[in-house]
């Protein structure tokens, strides 16, 4: 379709306000689809069958984070994680009253801090293209999603890119073309609906140097955003969560001091056989967002928390082998 039409079906449809503000507690259940057409059954503490989302809400969660690929058949992706997957899981989670986020990864499959790549339709593509290319596919899924009646709270442009993104076009060695990048994607989450916060979103969350850098680029790029979102993964760096937590305690408040942003906790997890210590990572991280001044701390997502191990081969999920939820997953409902 083209910007004009969609311009005009979008000027047609109500404008909404996602929620107030309150503390999001969530998951990004991308996986999820996939493992229920796989057969996986996810099943309560008595043993009983039950919807994997009703579960992860009963433990005090109130957010979903959905994670969008331009076009999954084209990669690994086996055709999940598309514009249209993603449309009827958020209605999923809107309809048991969970708010929504979603994760652009621009690419036809997974992108992270050693892989941005393009998606093959948009390979040979000149920059100029690339920016109407980022436009596009964000206008696109948004507006599909509020033809369905979903309004996002956030929306992530770009998926862990301390390198940049659309490489080598949006790396970081490119910081001008970066920023008009990122700014193509904020102004089309704005054309749906101005109240969406858009999130730019880095790994390692305890790394102050490496958020310092990538936003004072994005500071003298004018790149427009309102949430900086991170990454926390004691695990990756092998180091225990509780020789880490203050770093990213400071690197929150310095983001918020810095740059007058609110941050937030997009990816969090711990190892699946270590309940005990992967409740007390949660609780913590829960807790150093929360005491970031005047509520500029807003939410904290484990990612994939039901993607068992015996499933996913995923070592960080926070499910166990008998399809139960790990009880490290009550730090939500406790904190």
Known sequence: MSLLAYSCSKAQIRETTPTAFAFSKGADVGWLPQMEATGYKFYDSDGSEKDCLLLLKE?????IRLRVFVNPNDDKASGHCSKEETVVMALRAQKIGMRVMIDFHYSDSWADPAKQFKPKAWENHSFPELLDDVYNHTFEVLHALKVAGVTPEWV?????IPGGMLWPDGST?????LG???????DAVKSINKNIKVIVHLDEGNNNDKFRTFFDNATTQKVKYDVIGMSYYPYWIKKDYSETIADLEFNMNDMVKRYGKEVMVVEVGGEDDKVQNTYEL?????????????NKGIGVLYWEPQGAKS???YSLSAWQADGKPSPALDAFKEN
């Open 59 to 63: 433990r005090g969660m109130n957010s």
């Open 156 to 160: 992530q442009v770009g998926n862990e």
């Open 173 to 177: 060695n490119n910081w001008s073309q």
């Open 180 to 186: 008009q990048l990122l700014n193509k994607g904020y």
């Open 282 to 294: 949660l609780a913590a991280t829960i807790k150093a967002v929360k005491s970031v001044p005047n």
């Open 311 to 313: 499933w996913s081969q």
